[in-house]
């Protein structure tokens, strides 16, 4: 009988020894799984950022642009009606 309640014991205690090891290793899982997520989260921020850099760069060129055209365009009238600079 003492035998029976030695090998009860030993079979409860390794089972408890797995079974911790499983939280453990679930514990771990979980710790890599947020670090990549705030990896990935990180690098996603960085990208936002820069791509709201080149678009603010972009649109800024754009507006030049449009006002170099319209300008260019007020000159021409000017010119054609007989108003432009005489040089």
Partial sequence: MAS??????QSHGQTQAKAEEWVDSAKDTAHAAHDKACDAAGKTQ?????????SAGFLQ???EQVAHMAQG?????KNTLGMGEKK
Avoid: M
């Avoid at 960085?46 to 080149?54: G, I, L, W």
């Fill in 4 to 9: 029976t309640q030695f090998n009860a014991g």
């Fill in 73 to 77: 365009a007020i000159d021409g009238v």
């Fill in 46 to 54: 960085e990208q936002a950022h820069r791509s709201k850099e080149e």
């Fill in 61 to 63: 060129q754009t507006g």
